[in-house]
């Protein structure tokens, strides 16, 4: 069973920069694609981020130039760069991927960003 696990959440003022991680229990070379989401209360689940297996990357307008998805295959990672954070960054942000098919989330870390 493949399990995602992300760190590197916390709390930080605005024009912070945190880097969030994720940790897959099997190999993520064949994955297609991994990506960042992301969900305030009150709202639904957005893609932040998101990289193919090729390492093409496409970001959310909102963290477009601020942020960087990267992927470590040989340490099955999968990382989220997060700079000149904003308060409306505040949220909890979800690790994705998608291996053979197969679509699995981790359960999430806590963004919080103060003003």
């Known amino acids: 069973q493949v399990q995602l696990v992300e760190s590197g959440g916390g709390l930080v003022q605005a024009g912070g920069s945190l880097r969030l991680s994720c940790a897959a229990s099997?190999?993520?070379?064949?994955?297609?694609?991994m990506g960042w989401y992301r969900q305030a209360p009150g709202n639904q689940r957005e893609l932040v981020a998101v990289?193919?297996?090729?390492?093409?990357?496409n970001y959310a307008d909102s963290v477009k130039g601020r942020s960087t998805i990267s992927r470590d295959n040989a340490k099955n990672m999968l990382y989220l760069q997060m700079n000149s954070l904003k308060p409306e960054d505040t949220a909890v942000y979800y690790c994705?991927?998608?291996?053979?098919?197969?679509?699995?989330w981790g359960q999430g870390t806590q963004v919080t960003v103060s003003s």
């Open positions: 994705n991927a998608n291996i053979a098919v197969y679509n699995y």
């Open positions: 990289i193919t297996r090729d390492g093409s990357t």
């Open positions: 099997v190999s993520i070379f064949s994955a297609n694609f």
